[in-house]
């Protein structure tokens, strides 16, 4: 017979077996619920860098949120815990959200789901202008779809159509505004259509912020954006927009809250905004491309002349080097012969009796016109010249006498 130890053992191993079972039933049971798609008694985490909206009968009354760094608190103690906001801080997980990775949200509480939602994104895409492939930025419809939840911070891209800026030149710019939802109450459920307030009001002060600038300026902010180079003047524009100020640790301070401001309206405050794409359109646009084709032109003449007159240069200076060559082997010549006649007594005479004399000379009569011949270099007598031939008698002939 089994002993009573034995048989205690195996029931208790039993026992913690159907325990620990049961316990993991209730775990996978928690989180199917959790991840059906109308939420009761609990909630999955949001996804890094999210928040969500907890319901009850049409009224916010909590918000989960999983962004690092950053975690809720009531804007005022006695307040609603729907007027949580966002400071830099750092909030422990519960244990359901240690151990299943999802949050108790209460008996009748849900997960507010916003319908058929709609939003936009960018997109760079590679198009071919003018036969060269370019990167352009396009604006990407996204949705409609069911979205449960909503990022802390989001990149808004806005375009503002047809902007005359100076030169009454009108032009096309897109521009990325990046947000930080601090009162995610205020950010969706205080306006019916908060996106189509904040591009209105975005593109309200681009209007007026390029409107004196010329398209040269405007291009130079572009591509500062490319460069991570961020626009101070335009910058201070937003900031002073945002009606809310920060700390020099970057915490807000909201207790600076202008009812006016984007804060006040929005719930959001604006971290960055760039201008990173303009386009001529219109006449503008065949004026700039035939101003441009000119200048092409021009450039091309430009450099066909400065090539012409480079060869012409080199020619001559080719000449001149050559021409310098030329005198100064004749200098030499002179010299080497000057050093000749100079040694000899009377070598002026000599050397001008030389030159006549020579086998290369024409002259064959030399007379002087002077007697008393002034001679600047001592030249020496010149060598004597060969004897003349003798006359030959031809046969039957006599000298003549």
Avoid: C
């Avoid at 306006?191 to 010329?214: E, Q, W």
């Avoid at 441009?292 to 003449?301: F, I």
């Avoid at 070598?347 to 024409?362: L, N, P």
Wanted: hydrophobic content about 40%; aromatic content about 10%; proline content about 6%.
């Amino acid at each position: 017979m089994l002993s009573f130890a034995v048989i205690f053992t195996v029931i208790f191993l039993g026992i913690a077996g159907l325990l620990a079972g049961a316990i993991y039933g209730i775990g996978i049971a928690i989180k199917w619920q959790a991840n059906k798609p109308v939420k009761r008694f609990f909630a999955p985490v949001p996804r890094p860098g999210s928040f969500s909206f907890v319901m009850l009968e049409g009224r916010v009354v909590d918000i989960i949120e999983n962004v690092v760094g950053w975690m809720l608190e009531d804007t005022k103690p006695e307040g609603t815990k729907s007027e949580k906001h966002f400071v830099p801080d750092h909030r422990d997980p519960g244990f359901w959200e240690k151990t299943l990775g999802v949050r108790w949200i209460g008996l009748f509480e849900t997960i507010k789901i916003f319908k058929e939602w709609r939003w936009t994104e960018f997109q760079q895409v590679e198009r071919e202008e003018r036969g060269q492939r370019v990167l352009k930025y396009e604006i990407v419809p996204r949705g409609p779809a069911d979205v449960p939840e909503f990022f802390f911070q989001f990149s808004h891209p806005v375009v503002i159509d047809d902007v005359e800026i100076d030169g009454n030149i009108r032009v096309n710019v897109v521009t990325l505004i990046t947000v930080l939802n601090l009162h995610p109450t205020r950010a969706f459920f205080l306006n019916k259509d908060p996106t189509g307030l904040f591009a209105a009001i975005v593109k309200s002060a681009i209007r007026s912020y390029i409107s004196k600038k010329t398209f040269d300026q405007v291009k130079e902010m572009v591509a500062n954006a490319s460069k991570g180079n961020q626009d101070t003047e335009l910058w201070n524009i937003f900031k002073n927009l945002n009606g809310l100020t920060t700390d020099e640790k970057s915490k807000p301070d909201y207790d600076s809250e202008d009812t006016f401001g984007i804060f006040s309206k929005l719930g959001q405050i604006i971290i960055r905004a760039e201008i990173v794409q303009v386009e001529a359109v219109g006449d503008t646009a065949d004026a700039l491309e035939a101003k441009r084709l000119a200048e092409l032109r021009g450039d091309a003449n430009i450099a066909a002349a400065e090539k012409a007159a480079r060869t012409l240069i080199v020619a001559a200076q080719g000449r001149m080097d050559a021409a310098q060559h030329d005198a100064s082997a004749q200098r030499t010549l002179n010299e080497q012969n000057a050093g000749y006649f100079a040694s000899l007594p009377d070598g002026g005479r000599m050397f001008a009796a030389s030159q006549v004399a020579s086998k290369d000379s024409s002259v064959s009569t030399w007379v002087e016109g002077n007697s008393d011949v002034k001679v600047t270099l001592p030249l020496p007598p010149a060598p004597p010249r060969p004897p003349e031939p003798e006359k030959v008698e031809t046969t039957g002939s006599k000298s003549p006498k």
